[in-house]
């Protein structure tokens, strides 16, 4: 009888079992049986005839490779400065959101400069070139071949020698060794398995398109964030035209750097000034309205965070939040309330940051917090101020990093005055006038917030 080359491992104890079953036999977790290839006979003489490996030294005396840009500025600083030769660059994001847009013309780009195939699973070449003839980028040289099968791109990729690959998407994609459907965790991890393999071999950059699941994670579980080297997230919000591109790992660059496009009629436009683009319409004396001074990555990006305060007819008040943490606007309502004696147990509060941009700062918290005082008191906040600084449980007031970078990009939009954390050593901008806080309480007093529910401070 022919030996089964698959057999079904339970991701929490790793028993296996040649047959799937809804609930593990070893730890009696449920559905948690996956499909995977055994070692095959071939393996395990390789390993009999296992031979000493040479070990070297951490000291590196050949050149480093060269980086392949695209000149896409915003898609290169998100990468680190570039593709590595060799390397395997995810980019996971919503459905619709763009990831083929972008990397079209990230492909069209490249293959003025060396060769470049895109490799479609999802889209009919006639598709592909429509796509092409709208993004202004069909006399491109770009290679294009549509398939899903991970046997023929390897063998095509062997042949051809392309320096930069692009497999649209991994969830399309399938191995001849397993039984699975295409889009299954066996079959994207087994898929990219092959492709990374190749990648390191033969020195080719390749750039991977993941759709993310309902459950907001690639393919089902994490299963492929940890074999590549590069991670990149394209997300933007329904309804806004501006995409993000924002990297969450990089072997080979810094993360939490994030890359700004504008969808356009034509494709994708780079906004280089991503501050310009999230602060124009706001509307002067509304209370609510205050800019947050934030960093994204290595660059500063200033962005309004509005809220809005309402009585409630509910036995639970809402709390919505759009581009925050939940949890945070929580503390930061309990601290007020703690604080400064203000309460807002009977009213709905909203916090939005406008734009569709999320924010993981805590240096926001400052902002919040005055955002939150301001729609309390119904004042507004000065109109050329900015905020930053985080916020602690008893109420003080920390500092952040980088106040100089976030200050310089401030004055250079316009902005007067910054309400900033107090730190021991003073420090001075001489182009604002700052306005050091130590507790948030002062920052109440600042703005004369003053609503009927305030008790004594320290309440
Ligand atoms: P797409 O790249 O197909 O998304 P993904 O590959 O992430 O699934 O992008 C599709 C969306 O982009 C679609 O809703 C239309 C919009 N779009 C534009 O607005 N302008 C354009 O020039 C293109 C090509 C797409
Ligand atoms: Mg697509």
Redesign the pocket.
């Known amino acids: 009888m022919a030996k089964t080359a698959t057999h079904y491992v339970c991701q929490s104890c790793g028993s296996c079992f040649p047959k799937w079953s809804g609930k593990c036999e070893g730890c009696h977790g449920w559905n948690t049986l996956i499909e995977e290839a055994t070692v095959d006979a071939f393996q395990k003489k390789t390993t009999l005839k296992a031979q000493k490996i040479d070990f070297t030294s951490l000291e590196d005396s050949s050149p480093p490779l060269p980086r392949f840009l695209s000149d896409m500025n915003e898609f290169d600083r998100v990468c680190g400065g570039g593709l590595v030769p060799g390397s395997v660059l995810l980019v996971g994001?919503?459905?619709?959101?763009?990831?083929?847009?972008?990397?079209?013309q990230v492909a069209a780009l490249i293959s003025g400069k060396t060769s470049c195939v895109y490799i479609s699973g999802?889209?009919a070449a006639d598709q592909v070139r429509l796509?092409a003839r709208?993004?202004q980028v069909a006399e491109s040289p770009v290679q294009l071949a549509t398939t899903t099968h991970i046997g023929d791109i390897l063998k095509s990729l062997h042949q051809e020698g392309p320096v930069v690959a692009i497999i649209?998407?991994i969830q399309t994609m399938y191995v001849d060794h397993l039984d699975a459907a295409p889009g299954s965790v066996s079959q994207v991890r087994a898929s990219a398995h092959e492709l990374i393999r190749f990648a390191k071999k033969y020195g080719v950059a390749i750039i991977i398109?993941g759709?993310v699941t309902k459950e907001g994670l690639i393919a089902g579980p994490r299963v492929l964030e940890h074999m590549v080297d590069t991670v990149l997230y394209?997300e933007g919000e329904r309804g806004h035209?501006f995409r993000i591109l924002r990297s969450v790992k990089n072997r080979f660059g810094p993360t939490d750097e994030i890359g700004v496009f504008e969808?356009?009629?034509?494709?994708?436009q780079e906004v280089s000034n991503p501050s310009a683009l999230f602060l124009p319409h706001r509307t002067e004396d509304v209370s609510g309205s205050c800019v947050f001074a934030g960093i994204e990555g290595t660059r500063p990006l200033l962005v309004e965070i509005q809220s809005l305060i309402a009585p409630s007819s509910l036995a639970t008040p809402r709390r919505a939040v759009v581009g925050w943490d939940s949890g945070r606007l929580s503390m930061i309502l309990a601290v007020l309330e703690t604080r400064c004696g203000l309460t807002c147990s009977n009213r709905d509060v909203f916090l939005n940051v406008a734009g569709g941009l999320r924010i993981s700062e805590p240096a926001a918290d400052l902002a919040v917090a005055a955002s939150l005082l301001s729609s309390l008191a119904n004042t507004s906040l000065p109109h050329d101020a900015i905020f930053f600084g985080e916020v602690g449980l008893s109420g003080e007031i920390r500092p952040i990093n980088q106040q100089e970078a976030r200050l310089k990009e401030a004055f250079k939009l316009g902005f007067k005055s910054a309400f900033v954390p107090k730190t021991a050593k003073p420090y001075s901008f001489s182009e604002m006038a700052l306005i050091p806080l130590a507790h948030i309480s002062e920052l109440a007093n600042y703005l004369e917030v003053k609503p009927k529910q305030r008790r004594a401070y320290g309440g």
């Open positions: 994001g919503d459905p619709g959101i763009g990831k083929s847009t972008l990397l079209l999802e889209e796509r709208r993004l649209d998407s398109v759709h394209f035209h969808m356009t009629d034509k494709g994708l």
